[in-house]
């Protein structure tokens, strides 16, 4: 028995299953999976693609349209499904979703986020630092009381074998020393691991998860690593093999599968 689990930023569900997103889901055993940019609303997803490879969606869509929003897809039922982070600015876009799985012997969050981009100028950066304030003490307060595992876009490359160009991204949005200075205080203050990095600490080319629609980027495999497991401790050390699916490409992002010994 045991837990695999899926997350991808799709940039556009629609988009990703006209590239063959679905029927690779159905192809991938997955048992729960965390996505992110479904840019789509209710009335899009509902009867469509709010089941998908025999798992079941639960949802924070944008309020703006084609924009943002995030989703969760189980196999199991949740005993609760938690939407946002109880602030208007970051819950308008849709960025937070947590299934949560209690019982007598265990309380366990799946949660599903995409953190803000900054690389559109300052305003943006502005607005991700704000959620970078908030939801730290958020992940902080859940880790204190449960046990979770996030995942998401965190768009964010956390140390130099994160990305391929390093010395020229030192002053680009994902890799700021105060970017990368949070990513770093948020896992030690919480104590959430790093999965992928737990399982493969010292890789380089193979990590990167998301590539610029510019040049010839994906080809060339000149990538970033975006897109991340973060796992209680307990749940971290249960976690066997990681794997990022490359063979076919239906975002800017890939998926990347984490197999836990462990299941709901």
């Known amino acids: 028995m045991g837990l695999r689990l899926v997350t991808l930023n799709l940039n556009g569900i629609r988009s990703a299953a006209d590239k063959g997103f679905v029927q690779w889901a159905d192809e991938a055993g997955a048992d729960c999976m965390g996505v992110q940019e479904v840019k789509a609303q209710a009335p899009e997803v509902l009867g469509r693609f709010d089941r998908i490879a025999g798992l079941q969606g639960h949802f924070h869509f944008a309020e703006k349209k084609g924009y943002s929003g995030v989703g969760v897809y189980t196999r199991k039922a949740p005993s609760a499904v938690i939407v ?44 991700k630092y704000r959620f970078l304030d908030l939801v730290l003490p958020h992940l902080a307060g859940l880790a204190a009381t449960r046990e979770f595992i996030l ?18 991204n030192q002053k680009n949005s994902g890799f700021l ?34 590539w610029s629609n510019r040049g010839q980027a994906y080809v060339n495999n000149v990538g970033w690593r975006l897109d991340y497991h973060l796992a209680t401790p307990g749940l971290a050390a249960k976690a066997r093999a990681a794997s990022i699916y490359k063979d076919r490409k239906f975002s800017d992002h890939a998926p990347l599968t984490v197999d836990y010994d462990f299941a709901l």
């Open 151 to 168: 995942v998401g876009d965190v768009n964010i490359a956390h140390t130099q074998a994160d990305l391929k160009n390093w010395r020229s």
């Open 84 to 127: 946002g982070l109880g602030e208007a600015e970051f819950d308008a876009e849709g960025r937070y979703v947590e299934a949560r799985f209690d019982s007598a012997r265990r309380k366990f969050s799946l949660v599903s986020c995409y953190f803000p981009s900054g690389s559109s100028g300052p305003e943006r950066q502005a607005a």
């Open 177 to 210: 020393p105060e970017e990368r200075a949070w990513l770093t205080r948020l896992l030690a203050e919480t104590g959430l691991v790093d999965v992928y990095r737990r399982l493969h600490p010292d890789a380089t080319d193979a990590c990167y998860t998301w």
